[in-house]
């Protein structure tokens, strides 16, 4: 979509009148609900949606990490890249939940995903304990909420991740509200209530051992919003549809359903909110309270909502609270202030010509303001260190870069470049921060420009140099020379993996990825450059390799680095019979078969050229990619889920041959310990869990004090031809540069 197709569509997702109904709903009550996770996604949006829609709750979530060991359904970031994008992603979500965002991690490594984890105290190990409950305290005194509710229990069969989240939860309750833990992470808070899912966490990925607690309580569900209609699982897949590197948003077709909790030390209950204040009358506000109730009761009547909004205004601008309530009362009278905002029908919007702003290169402010009841209206640029506007034209200064892990998002107060926005509405002076229509990034102007970032050698073929585009003219690799546009390699060059900085003026420089997605603003991550540079032996067979992939991998252009003649199958040439002959070998990549148009269509073609001679190797595919085990395979193989009780997250797991002298572990490239060592992350997941006698178990590896699973690499004879399904993260490996992984993948396409 164009630009301004894009503000459209936003524009009508987003009705001025639905607007106001939810943000006058957030004057029912007082109090804040922090959920915690480990993901962005974990979130139970669809609980939240009725806490914040229905009931009025102030909502917030807290998140450990932010993703970046995740999958990817859209695109090929990974790492820190994928961090970034789901950081963005979670803050979109959170947007249409009028939900506060908090984050632990706050830089690329820190706190991070790593990766599968079957246990919470080796999952604290690897974050730093102390370090994630300070940082967890410290969001607590912040957000100060009344209720905490982790979204997972800490239980077995349960990931790691989340089980260190809940246990921490336990721990927070107490050193949050402590003085002598951390003066220097805000005033002490007490939270009121810890409340724990009262339901089992089993499903696609996890499978927990234990029941779940007792359910003492229930949030009900099962009515909806009577302006827009919503049912709140609706509502809360709206959010949802937010994360899609994680393929989610999905059309709500259960049956609406209430959400059961366990109060932790307490006994039954009516609501969540017992025992707590529910509204300002509480409070001893009750005249403002009653000014709140009367501006709902007169949706949509605006002239009549305005009085009475602003005499709440009024009444808490002079009301006196205990200390300990007083954030209650500022986060009120905020709220207060976009409702006589949106009831003013005054509308002020901004946006730039351009995603990106870079020094030197000042981008067009534009700046719309209609009337309404609003009068003395004053509008600024919020702007951070860096930025500047003169005019319409705003600025950034060299060496400024957006944040790509901010700390949080707050719907009330937006990250800069906003607006602030000064009104008087109905008598009383309003202050607002509202986000641009789309909020630009900066780049830094000092960044060196590098092509590839990571790139292989194999020292076992005669194939040309690398190609290394390097800029400006200034920057140098640290060390190696670039030769008419390719790297130098030493004639004595030998394997192993080399971390080539780049430097321009003789200091280390930066690079900039540019990320983006029709659904996020645009985010920046600026990191050292530095060529990751991987001397390979890797045997290879004489083959002809078609490429079935779906965007999700790097496979292909791997295998071309080291030397094989791949072709990546266009539409027509995967639906030509006559194509699929001229291969000796086809892979069908990560996730094709979901996302592969056509694909699933072909697979009866595909079996037939695999009896007919043809070597079949299908990468990792979950139950949900469209896997049918009767179907996807030429014989019966079924991907286990659970996916906790089919994977090996030790990446330095033991792997032990059970045919060793099969070809796919001994030709070109014999396999042998030194291909198992120097993993990332984890070994590999949705293992096979049963399959046709067809197929022969090649390896055998699991987790610390587990059973051994066997489903990693299965092999089959197929007519005259060979399928093998492979489990193992190859893609990842060999974006990781692991020399094992491009050995094996070399074995998996040498011909039958």
Same mark, same amino acid.
């Given at each position: 979509?164009?630009?301004?197709?894009?503000?459209?569509? =936003?524009?009508?997702?987003?009705?001025?009148?639905?607007?106001?109904?939810?943000?006058?709903?957030?004057?029912?009550?007082?109090?804040?609900?922090?959920?915690?996770?480990?993901?962005?996604?974990?979130?139970?949006? =669809?609980?939240?949606?009725?806490?914040?829609?229905?009931?009025?709750?102030?909502?917030?979530?807290?998140?450990?990490?932010?993703?970046?060991?995740?999958?990817?359904?859209?695109?090929?970031?990974?790492?820190?890249?994928?961090?970034?994008?789901?950081?963005?992603?979670?803050?979109?979500?959170?947007?249409?939940?009028?939900?506060?965002?908090?984050?632990?991690?706050?830089?690329?490594?820190?706190?991070?995903?790593?990766?599968?984890?079957?246990?919470?105290?080796?999952?604290?190990?690897?974050?730093?304990?102390?370090?994630?409950?300070?940082?967890?305290?410290?969001?607590?005194?912040?957000?100060?909420?009344?209720?905490?509710?982790?979204?997972?229990?800490?239980?077995?069969?349960?990931?790691?991740?989340?089980?260190?989240?809940?246990?921490?939860?336990?721990?927070?309750?107490?050193?949050? =509200?402590?003085?002598?833990?951390?003066?220097?992470?805000?005033?002490?808070?007490?939270?009121?209530?810890?409340?724990?899912?009262?339901?089992?966490?089993?499903?696609?990925?996890?499978?927990?051992?234990?029941?779940?607690?007792?359910?003492?309580?229930?949030?009900?569900?099962?009515?909806?919003?009577?302006?827009?209609?919503?049912?709140?699982?609706?509502?809360?897949?709206?959010?949802?549809?937010?994360?899609?590197?994680?393929?989610?948003?999905?059309?709500?077709?259960?049956?609406?359903?209430?959400?059961?909790?366990?109060?932790?030390?307490?006994?039954?209950?009516?609501?969540?909110?017992?025992?707590?204040?529910?509204?300002?009358?509480?409070?001893?506000?009750?005249?403002?309270?009653?000014?709140?109730?009367?501006?709902?009761?007169?949706?949509?009547?605006?002239?009549?909502?305005?009085?009475?909004?602003?005499?709440?205004?009024?009444?808490?601008?002079?009301?006196?609270?205990?200390?300990?309530?007083?954030?209650?009362?500022?986060?009120?009278?905020?709220?207060?202030?976009?409702?006589?905002?949106?009831?003013?029908?005054?509308?002020?919007?901004?946006?730039?010509?351009?995603?990106?702003?870079?020094?030197?290169?000042?981008?067009?402010?534009?700046?719309?303001?209609?009337?309404?009841?609003?009068?003395?209206?004053?509008?600024?640029?919020?702007?951070?260190?860096?930025?500047?506007?003169?005019?319409?034209?705003?600025?950034?200064?060299?060496?400024?870069?957006?944040?790509?892990?901010?700390?949080?998002?707050?719907?009330?107060?937006?990250?800069?470049?906003?607006?602030?926005?000064?009104?008087?509405?109905?008598?009383?002076?309003?202050?607002?921060?509202?986000?641009?229509?789309?909020?630009?990034?900066?780049?830094?102007?000092?960044?060196?420009?590098?092509?590839?970032?990571?790139?292989?050698?194999?020292?076992?073929?005669?194939?040309?140099?690398?190609?290394?585009?390097?800029?400006?003219?200034?920057?140098?690799?640290?060390?190696?020379?670039?030769?008419?546009?390719?790297?130098?390699?030493?004639?004595?060059?030998?394997?192993?993996?080399?971390?080539?900085?780049?430097?321009?003026?003789?200091?280390?420089?930066?690079?900039?990825?540019?990320?983006?997605?029709?659904?996020?603003?645009?985010?920046?991550?600026?990191?050292?450059?530095?060529?990751?540079?991987?001397?390979?032996?890797?045997?290879?067979?004489?083959?002809?390799?078609?490429?079935?992939?779906?965007?999700?991998?790097?496979?292909?252009?791997?295998?071309?680095?080291?030397?094989?003649?791949?072709?990546?199958?266009?539409?027509?040439?995967?639906?030509?019979?006559?194509?699929?002959?001229?291969?000796?070998?086809?892979?069908?990549?990560?996730?094709?078969?979901?996302?592969?148009?056509?694909?699933?269509?072909?697979?009866?073609?595909?079996?037939?050229?695999?009896?007919?001679?043809?070597?079949?190797?299908?990468?990792?595919?979950?139950?949900?990619?469209?896997?049918?085990?009767?179907?996807?395979?030429?014989?019966?193989?079924?991907?286990?889920?659970?996916?906790?009780?089919?994977?090996?997250?030790?990446?330095?797991?033991?792997?032990?041959?059970?045919?060793?002298?099969?070809?796919?572990?001994?030709?070109?490239?014999?396999?042998?310990?030194?291909?198992?060592?120097?993993?990332?992350?984890?070994?590999?997941?949705?293992?096979?869990?049963?399959?046709?006698?067809?197929?022969?178990?090649?390896?055998?590896?699991?987790?610390?004090?587990?059973?051994?699973?066997?489903?990693?690499?299965?092999?089959?004879?197929?007519?005259?031809?060979?399928?093998?399904?492979?489990?193992?993260?190859?893609?990842?490996?060999?974006?990781?540069?692991?020399?094992?992984?491009?050995?094996?993948? =070399?074995?998996?396409?040498?011909?039958?």
């Amino acid at each position: 979509m164009t630009p301004d197709q894009t503000r459209l569509e =936003a524009d009508r997702a987003a009705p001025r009148i639905l607007a106001l109904w939810q943000a006058l709903t957030a004057l029912r009550s007082p109090l804040t609900f922090l959920q915690s996770g480990a993901h962005p996604d974990d979130e139970i949006s =669809a609980m939240l949606a009725a806490l914040r829609f229905r009931d009025g709750l102030h909502i917030a979530y807290v998140c450990s990490t932010r993703g970046e060991g995740g999958q990817n359904d859209i695109g090929q970031e990974a790492g820190a890249a994928l961090g970034t994008l789901r950081t963005a992603e979670m803050e979109a979500a959170a947007a249409r939940l009028d939900m506060d965002m908090y984050w632990l991690s706050q830089r690329p490594g820190d706190i991070a995903d790593f990766g599968f984890s079957k246990h919470g105290e080796e999952t604290l190990d690897r974050w730093g304990r102390d370090r994630t409950l300070a940082r967890f305290v410290q969001v607590v005194r912040r957000a100060r909420p009344d209720i905490l509710c982790p979204t997972f229990l800490d239980v077995p069969g349960q990931h790691g991740h989340h089980r260190a989240m809940t246990l921490l939860a336990h721990e927070v309750m107490q050193a949050a =509200a402590d003085p002598a833990f951390g003066s220097d992470l805000g005033p002490v808070w007490q939270v009121a209530k810890l409340y724990l899912p009262a339901w089992s966490g089993a499903g696609q990925a996890y499978d927990d051992d234990l029941p779940p607690p007792e359910a003492t309580v229930k949030v009900h569900g099962t009515d909806r919003d009577p302006v827009s209609g919503w049912t709140w699982g609706r509502m809360g897949q709206h959010s949802r549809a937010m994360h899609r590197t994680q393929g989610m948003g999905r059309w709500p077709s259960e049956v609406p359903h209430d959400w059961p909790l366990h109060l932790v030390g307490g006994g039954v209950e009516t609501a969540v909110t017992n025992g707590l204040p529910t509204s300002l009358a509480d409070l001893d506000l009750g005249p403002a309270q009653a000014a709140c109730d009367a501006a709902i009761a007169a949706f949509p009547d605006t002239t009549r909502i305005l009085p009475e909004a602003a005499r709440a205004t009024a009444l808490l601008r002079h009301a006196t609270v205990a200390p300990e309530h007083a954030h209650r009362v500022a986060t009120k009278i905020a709220q207060l202030h976009r409702v006589l905002w949106l009831a003013s029908g005054t509308e002020v919007r901004a946006t730039v010509d351009r995603d990106w702003i870079a020094p030197g290169d000042p981008a067009q402010l534009i700046l719309e303001v209609s009337e309404g009841a609003a009068e003395a209206v004053s509008v600024s640029p919020l702007l951070d260190p860096g930025w500047s506007a003169e005019g319409d034209r705003l600025s950034v200064a060299p060496g400024t870069t957006s944040d790509p892990y901010p700390e949080a998002w707050l719907p009330l107060s937006p990250p800069a470049p906003a607006l602030s926005v000064m009104a008087e509405v109905a008598g009383e002076a309003i202050s607002m921060v509202l986000p641009f229509d789309r909020t630009p990034a900066a780049l830094p102007g000092d960044a060196v420009t590098l092509s590839p970032q990571a790139e292989v050698v194999n020292l076992s073929t005669k194939a040309p140099a690398p190609d290394v585009r390097l800029s400006p003219d200034a920057a140098t690799l640290d060390g190696w020379r670039i030769v008419d546009g390719k790297l130098a390699i030493p004639d004595d060059a030998r394997p192993g993996l080399h971390e080539i900085p780049v430097l321009l003026n003789d200091a280390p420089a930066l690079t900039v990825q540019q990320i983006q997605a029709a659904h996020t603003a645009p985010r920046v991550l600026a990191q050292p450059a530095i060529l990751r540079l991987a001397m390979l032996e890797v045997a290879l067979a004489p083959a002809r390799v078609g490429y079935i992939g779906a965007g999700r991998d790097r496979v292909a252009h791997w295998l071309r680095r080291i030397g094989m003649g791949v072709t990546e199958l266009s539409d027509a040439q995967l639906a030509d019979d006559a194509a699929l002959a001229q291969f000796d070998s086809l892979v069908i990549g990560i996730f094709a078969l979901r996302f592969r148009p056509g694909l699933l269509e072909r697979m009866p073609a595909i079996h037939a050229w695999t009896r007919a001679g043809g070597n079949l190797t299908t990468l990792y595919h979950r139950p949900w990619d469209n896997w049918d085990p009767e179907a996807a395979p030429p014989a019966r193989l079924q991907v286990g889920q659970p996916s906790l009780r089919w994977r090996v997250t030790d990446e330095a797991a033991v792997v032990t041959h059970l045919v060793p002298d099969h070809p796919v572990l001994n030709g070109p490239n014999p396999i042998g310990p030194q291909d198992w060592q120097g993993w990332h992350k984890e070994r590999g997941l949705y293992f096979a869990s049963s399959w046709d006698a067809a197929y022969t178990p090649l390896l055998s590896m699991s987790d610390p004090d587990e059973q051994p699973l066997h489903g990693a690499l299965v092999s089959a004879d197929i007519g005259k031809g060979r399928h093998t399904h492979c489990a193992l993260i190859l893609h990842h490996q060999m974006n990781a540069l692991v020399p094992g992984a491009f050995r094996l993948m =070399a074995n998996l396409v040498a011909p039958v």
